[in-house]
């Protein structure tokens, strides 16, 4: 797998005072002349998009509002390249002649566009790559000498992912259109509810409000944290104990009244909840636990359609076998005892949450008894501390089939019949029974979940006919999961690994209708390309996608299309 690459701003208004002027003359008043400047205002409406696509208009339907990520507020908006279009989104804002405007946005995501056009004068435009966080784009135009109107927009860049806007700001006189009124003071929150539960948190949910730019959890009537979003968990609680929660709507202008209390009820026992049963149709992604310009996402926030999600990645230590974790302050959270929070929440949700060891950079080796010992240890010490159900093999700089399987033999008679047993090999890996890889899966097959080949990053393969299929087609993953099909493994063991964007890998990139295809014609025999096994595979276990952050880039687009297919397996 690869790791390479505040609130809403408040309104300024500047007011042109009257000027006077005075001449006196002997015991006369002589002259008296005044003038009234316009105001400077955002001349733009909707400008947070609060309301909608109220006020503008997207190409092709590629605009949406979303409430994550927002800049501020409860919305931005999402635009979304498709085939030949670029997700424009444009205004029509009204403005004072021969006057000079500066255009601002907060933007994150892939490229992204800030323009104005029919100025009268010299239209202008400005773009920023790709971007992890919000970014503030900044330009300025001139209108002509009878311009009444111009069109502001926004756009994305043909074949790149989604890209966000937010809070945008055309500033400059009023050209007889006003401005959107100040913030007011938001609403109460509804449907505030308890979510999962473990013996030391409680996991809240709420509707969001329009207009509030954050929340405040309240505890027995004090407040214990803020929101940005309309979930949280609570944490620091004693076991088999009732906790009363309300929470309240923020923004500039203030704070709501409390909501409804609810009472939630921590769990009795300590630890993690147990490992919940992996579904006969799976969708595994890897979350990345560090930044690399994906979406940065706690584990609260993966897609609820992904029942295996594996943690990249365990890293080594100076001890041959041995792995660790180590959280990286880049994905945000406060401690590690929020982070583990959220995977036993994720687990009382029915997914299973596994540390993956390896990686495009890991350097974990298993060549010798000690080795296999070690990593047993410290993977299964991994799952007790954490809560991990389970581990991920995703070695791409070789691997020992005889000490790798006795490394997972022991682990297994550790931590039981409940172990999530998961592979992701290169496409070399699984080219032949007699490579390290698949010999491992073979020796494991009793207790191994699923083998998600990587379908990506490999070039040109042989399919289970004899016949050299390219990446990037329904053929080659059909083609090359049938050598796993054929080669021993059962079906329910078998699962195709995509990337989530064009973005997440060097290449082999294909679209969710191919996945679907593919799984289609394995499960079902239908939708194949030129290769159709000679036989279905119904219990074929699902597809995985590097990464969860990746996917979230683009607007969970895979994950939205991919995963309802899985599940809808026979």
């Known amino acids: 797998m690869e790791r390479a690459p505040g609130g809403r701003g408040r309104i300024r208004t500047w007011i042109g005072g009257a000027v006077a002027v005075v001449a006196a003359g002997a015991l006369s008043l002589t002259g008296l002349v005044g003038t009234a400047q316009a105001a400077d205002i955002n001349v733009a409406k909707n400008a947070g998009f609060e309301s909608g696509l109220g006020n ?124 959107d009124p100040g913030p007011q003071v938001p609403g109460t ?5 308890v979510g999962s539960v473990t013996s030391s948190s409680v996991t809240l949910n709420w509707s969001g409000v329009s207009g509030a730019t954050g929340y405040n959890v309240y505890q027995a009537g004090t407040k214990v944290q803020s929101a940005s979003g309309t979930s949280t968990t609570v944490t620091g609680l004693a076991a088999n104990t009732s906790y009363q929660f309300q929470v309240s709507a923020t923004n500039s202008a203030g704070e709501s009244a409390k909501s409804a209390a609810v009472t ?45 999600i594996a943690v990249s990645f365990a890293d080594a230590t100076t001890t041959p076998g041995q792995i660790t974790f180590n959280l990286d302050p880049a994905v945000g959270y406060g401690s590690v005892a929020d982070f583990k929070a959220d995977i036993a929440a994720k687990k009382s949700a029915g997914k299973s949450v596994i540390i993956s060891v390896g990686g495009e950079k890991g350097s974990v080796s298993v060549n010798s008894d000690a080795s296999a010992t070690a990593f047993a240890n410290s993977a299964y010490a991994l799952m007790q501390e954490y809560g991990f159900s389970g581990v991920d093999i995703d070695l791409e700089n070789g691997l020992n089939s005889t000490y790798m399987t006795k490394a997972l ?6 931590a039981g019949s409940s172990l999530v047993l998961t592979m992701a090999p290169q496409t070399i890996d699984m080219q032949s029974t007699a490579g390290e890889y698949f010999k491992t899966a073979l020796n494991v097959k009793d207790i191994l979940t699923v083998v998600n080949m990587q379908y990506y990053n490999s070039g040109s393969m042989l399919g289970c006919d004899g016949k050299v299929y390219s990446q990037g087609s329904v053929d080659f993953l059909t083609a090359l999961a049938c050598i796993q099909l054929e080669g021993g493994l059962d079906p329910s063991q078998v699962g195709i690994g995509v990337p989530a964007s064009t973005r997440g890998a060097g290449s082999g990139y294909v679209a969710p209708s191919i996945v679907n295809n593919a799984l289609d014609c394995l499960a079902k025999g239908t939708n194949c390309g ?41």
């Open 409 to 414: 033999r022991q682990l297994s008679t550790r």
């Open 56 to 179: 503008w208009t997207c190409s092709a339907g590629s605009g949406a509002t979303v409430g994550s990520p927002v800049h501020g507020g409860a919305a931005a908006l999402r635009g979304t390249p498709q085939g030949q279009d670029n997700a424009k989104c444009t205004q029509a804002v009204a403005v004072q002649p021969n006057s000079t405007y500066t255009l601002s946005a907060w933007v994150q995501g892939g490229y992204t566009y800030l323009g104005a056009e029919g100025t009268g004068t010299t239209d202008v435009s400005t773009w920023t790559p790709d971007s992890s966080g919000w970014k503030q784009l900044t330009t300025s135009f001139r209108t002509g000498a009878s311009t009444r109107s111009v069109t502001v927009y926004t756009h994305g860049w043909y074949g790149q992912s989604a890209y966000y806007a937010d809070d945008l700001s055309v500033f400059g006189p009023d050209g007889g259109g006003g401005t």
């Open 189 to 193: 929150p509804a449907g505030l509810a």
């Open 264 to 308: 939630g009820k921590t769990a009795t026992s300590g630890g993690n909840p147990g490992n919940p049963a992996v579904p006969r149709h799976a969708l595994t992604g890897y979350w990345q636990n560090f930044n690399n310009g994906a979406a940065v996402q706690k584990l609260r926030d993966v897609q609820s359609q992904y029942d295996i």
């Open 530 to 570: 030129s290769f159709k096994p000679s036989r279905t595979y119904p219990g074929l276990r699902g597809a995985m996608t590097w990464s969860t952050n990746w996917d979230a880039t683009a607007g969970n687009a895979w994950s939205n299309a991919v995963g309802p297919h899985v599940h809808s397996l026979p």
